[in-house]
């Protein structure tokens, strides 16, 4: 890994936005790709501080100023992610399920659905079932993204499937789940129609779910 990734890695675990977004910058200018600098900087950054947090070195304080110098990065990159892609047409309404406040991961799959053409309706975080049912009969979406990062929250995806089941939309469109403790075993186990372990994975589902090359 480049001197500078690693750097922008070391100033995301400090929480320096400023610089984060500096290096971000920097990082492109120097010709990474945005895969490079989110992977082995931003995200490897972000993975580093997941490790401490488990371990009881770092503290809730602490992974909030680091998530604040993730989205910093993650601003400078949000234009170039998925550039290249073809425009897609399709419509997701996405959200962090209830219970769950975790963002960073449902915006990257957010931002890079949006580059690759969808028109994005994202409801946020602890977002109850009854929001995603109105947020399907109001916006149309062809998918619906749910993301959950606790293990005690990812049983809300199974909630959000069965209301709209019970609201009679299950069939007019694609669910797609993803999150760190979520497995393929278990999307297919709640009924899911895709998981994605990552951002660009999600829309490849996406645009495979739909039938768009
Ligand atoms: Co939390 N947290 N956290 N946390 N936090 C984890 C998830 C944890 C694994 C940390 C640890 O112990 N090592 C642990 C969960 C353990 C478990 O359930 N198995 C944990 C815990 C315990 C908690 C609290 C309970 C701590 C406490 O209060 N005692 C608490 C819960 C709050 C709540 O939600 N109710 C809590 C709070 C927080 C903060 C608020 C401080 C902060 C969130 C800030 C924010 O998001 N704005 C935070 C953070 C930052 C983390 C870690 C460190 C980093 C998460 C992250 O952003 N990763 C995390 C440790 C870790 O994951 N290594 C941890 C970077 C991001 C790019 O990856 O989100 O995995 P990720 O998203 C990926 C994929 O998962 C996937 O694509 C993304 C891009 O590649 N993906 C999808 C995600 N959603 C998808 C949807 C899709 C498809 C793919 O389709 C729709």
Do not use: C, W
């Not at 675990?13 to 920097?26: F, I, M, P, R, W």
């Not at 972000?46 to 998530?67: Q, S, T, W």
């Not at 949006?114 to 929001?131: I, N, S, T, Y």
């Not at 669910?175 to 393929?184: D, E, K, L, R």
């Amino acid at each position: 890994m480049s001197e500078l990734l690693k750097k922008l890695a070391e100033d995301l675990y400090n929480g320096d936005a400023e610089s984060v977004a500096a290096l971000t910058q920097k990082a492109l200018d120097n010709g990474l790709t945005p895969a490079e600098v989110l992977e082995n900087g931003l995200i490897a950054g972000m993975n580093a501080v997941g490790k401490d947090f488990r371990d009881g070195i770092l503290f809730v304080p602490e992974v909030l100023i680091a998530a604040r110098a993730m989205h910093a990065g993650m601003r400078v990159l949000k234009p170039l992610l998925a550039e290249s892609e073809i425009p897609a047409t399709g419509r997701l309404v996405i959200g962090t399920v209830k219970g769950d406040l975790h963002d960073i991961g449902k915006n990257l799959v957010a931002m890079m659905m949006e580059g690759a053409g969808f028109e994005v309706h994202d409801l946020g975080v602890d977002v109850p079932a009854k929001e995603f049912v109105a947020a399907v009969k109001t916006k149309q979406p062809d998918v619906v993204g749910l993301s959950a990062l606790l293990t005690t929250t990812m049983v809300e995806m199974k909630g959000v499937i069965e209301a709209l089941r019970q609201a009679g939309l299950r069939n007019q469109i694609k669910v797609i789940v993803g999150g760190a403790p979520v497995t393929q075993k278990y999307a297919a186990e709640i009924g899911a129609d895709g998981y994605a372990a990552n951002a660009s994975t999600a829309v490849e589902k996406a645009k495979d779910l739909l039938g768009i090359a």
